[in-house]
């Protein structure tokens, strides 16, 4: 994304209220009229508040997210939106070239499904007249007063419910859609954040939620609704009335803190001088440059990774770090994934019998890596793996 004084002014407009008529001093990175909604962004973000345009707040500005405002005083429609009715209606209007109509059929489908599974509300498709939420794909300006914005940037936006627009839900089609794959934005999990928004929540400051407002790729296999969206959702409707509260059920994921006391993380690794804590399908980063420790889901960074790793080391002789999983092993070289990993943990020379890993250690003195595994210690040479 190419990044100028308009692309920041017009993020600050859309998501944070700032008047129109506010200047920029691009050269000095400093907000002319700008401060007060830069501290409310990086208030919201989590991020440390300067009210100045640093690096940490460009990196988050620069991520690909949702149109809708992130704090509800700065949206056209201010209130307590939610919908009279559990039985609603939704219609496609028109489709994306990205996909077969068949797979954006199921993809907004199961999107809705998504809600429906925790709340009594109940979707219907119609395919003539006008749906409580009415679902189309369109380019920059489309006559609902939101242009959307070209490729990135702006994903999609839709409507909390009202009179009019109330509830519809609108794509980018500049934007590349998939279907069950990594690459390009995944359909689904777009629709099912909109659909947050077309049933009436707001963005969530949680990270790990679904209506966090910026795109994180997941496993849509073996997605489900996370603890607040399900918190947020159920304060508006109730549960779902057909699931039998006796029955044992799935645990919603639940977004670790980092200032638990009984947090036990999953493993420990540095990466290029920062520091990197693993805990379920999340990792935070610390590094010297920031005051903030970020939190982020794994699959934001990586996709191939699977959650609830078993351990991880950096090996400073090759510049790699290594995230090992059962008999699985990946390597990074910096952020990017190294080509032709997974490879198999036998890589690390250990004795056959060994087939999980519980943590793993480099020893800076020896150059030696140490692998714990039950009550047993592995020493193995580092020999650009």
């Known amino acids: ?6 692309f920041f002014q017009s993020y600050l407009t859309q998501l944070y209220g ?14 002319s009229g700008m401060s007060l909604r830069l501290k409310e962004m ?4 989590k991020l440390k508040v300067t009210g100045k345009l640093d690096e940490e707040t460009l990196d988050v500005m620069k991520k690909p ?76 300006d489309h006559r609902d007063g939101y242009p959307f914005d070209g490729p990135d940037g702006f994903l999609a936006h839709a409507f909390p419910p009202y009179e009019g627009f109330g509830g519809d839900a609108h794509f980018d089609d500049d934007e590349t859609f998939s279907y069950k794959a990594p690459q390009g934005y995944n359909l689904f999990l777009v629709a099912a954040h909109e659909f947050g928004h077309s049933l009436g929540l707001e963005h969530s400051q949680d990270p790990g ?79 010297p440059l920031s005051a903030t420790v970020e939190q982020h889901l794994i699959k934001g960074f990586w996709p ?31 952020y990017d994934m190294v080509l032709g990993y997974p490879k198999s943990i036998s890589i690390f020379h250990l004795p056959r019998k060994v087939k999980k890993i519980d943590a793993v250690l480099y020893d800076e003195t020896s150059y030696k890596i140490l692998f714990f595994v039950n009550n047993q210690i592995y020493r193995s040479v580092n020999h650009l793996i």
């Open 1 to 6: 994304m190419q990044i100028n004084s308009f």
């Open 18 to 31: 700032l008047p129109k008529q506010a200047s920029f001093d691009a050269e000095k990175r400093v907000m």
């Open 42 to 45: 990086q208030q919201f973000f």
């Open 65 to 140: 997210r949702c149109g809708v405002p992130d704090v509800a005083a700065y949206s056209t429609f201010q209130g307590d939106y939610k919908w009279k009715k559990h039985a609603l209606t939704y219609r496609i209007e028109n489709y994306t070239p990205d996909m077969s109509v068949a797979e954006v059929d199921d993809s907004i489908k199961r999107a809705l499904q998504v809600w429906a599974d925790v709340t009594p509300l109940r979707f219907t498709r119609i395919y003539r007249g006008t749906a409580d939420i009415m679902i189309s794909f369109a380019v920059r």
């Open 209 to 287: 939620a679904l209506m966090y407002p910026t795109y994180v790729y997941r496993d849509i296999d073996t997605f489900a609704l996370p603890h607040d969206d399900v918190s947020g959702i159920q304060s508006l409707y109730g549960p779902n009335p057909d699931v039998n509260p006796e029955d044992p059920k799935p645990t919603p994921p639940v977004t670790p803190n980092k200032c638990d006391p009984k947090l036990v993380l999953d493993a420990v690794t540095m990466l290029r001088g920062e520091l990197m804590f693993f805990k379920s399908s999340f990792f935070w980063r610390s590094y």
């Open 304 to 334: 191939e990774i699977p959650d609830h790793i078993d351990a991880a080391f950096e090996s400073p002789l090759d510049d790699k770090v290594f995230i090992i999983k059962g008999e699985k092993v990946w390597a990074l070289y910096g």
